[in-house]
């Protein structure tokens, strides 16, 4: 999944020997931690950090002897990361603005802990299977009291004469009443502080037992 940073991360856990972890298309800023567990299995966790690469698909690939073939997993690289405390109000664009000029404005939602929805606006008319939070104003997409599975990925494709223009956005919605727990990989953050974004839950690859 996507991590704190807008990166795609994927991890396996549970594995002896350690699983090995490879991204398509393949990147020299990808970062490899390996960690023995308690109960000698071992946690694999890749980063994927290539810049200039927003809004394009990446897949994550996990092989391991407990595997008959590979793992693959696709991850979309959002164009824009914006983070919203619980209970406010989350605005998200648009990266193509044709003015009045368009045909349809699509806000496809993908959460990571509800059913995917959408939102469709043509002819003055909206579409839509999202809940009544989410408005829809022409290349803006406003979410009220924003709650913590509206965490996801937001794509919005935008139809005109000359095209279809998509554009893809992260929302994360942090709780700030949440306790700050650090870990080697994670280093504690005020959840309060500007800096903060609350790690997603990345891709996991469990071992068959």
Request: one cysteine or more; proline letters at 10%; hydrophobic letters at 35%.
């Amino acid at each position: 999944m996507i991590n704190r940073d807008g990166s795609p991360e994927c991890r396996a856990v549970g594995g002896n020997p350690a699983a090995d972890i490879s991204w398509i298309p393949e990147s020299d800023n990808v970062t490899t931690r390996r960690g023995m567990e308690s109960d000698n299995t071992w946690t694999v966790i890749s980063t994927y950090s290539e810049h200039g690469i927003s809004g394009r698909e990446v897949k994550c690939k996990v092989s391991h002897p407990a595997f008959t073939h590979p793992q693959i997993m696709s991850v979309l690289i959002p164009d824009v990361v914006v983070s919203v405390v619980a209970g406010s109000i989350g605005i998200l664009h648009c990266a193509h603005d044709p003015g009045d000029t368009f045909i349809m404005i699509t806000w496809r939602i993908h959460p990571l802990y509800k059913d995917p929805c959408y939102m469709s606006l043509l002819d003055s008319h909206t579409l839509k299977t999202c809940t009544e939070r989410a408005i829809q104003d022409k290349m803006s997409l406003r979410i009220l009291n924003t709650e913590i599975t509206d965490t996801g990925i937001y794509t919005c494709e935008v139809v005109t004469d000359e095209g279809k223009f998509p554009s893809s956005v992260l929302l994360q919605v942090i709780d700030p009443s949440s306790s700050c727990t650090q870990t080697p990989s994670l280093p504690c953050i005020d959840p309060l502080s500007p800096l903060y974004r609350p790690p997603l839950s990345p891709l996991k690859i469990p071992f068959p037992v």
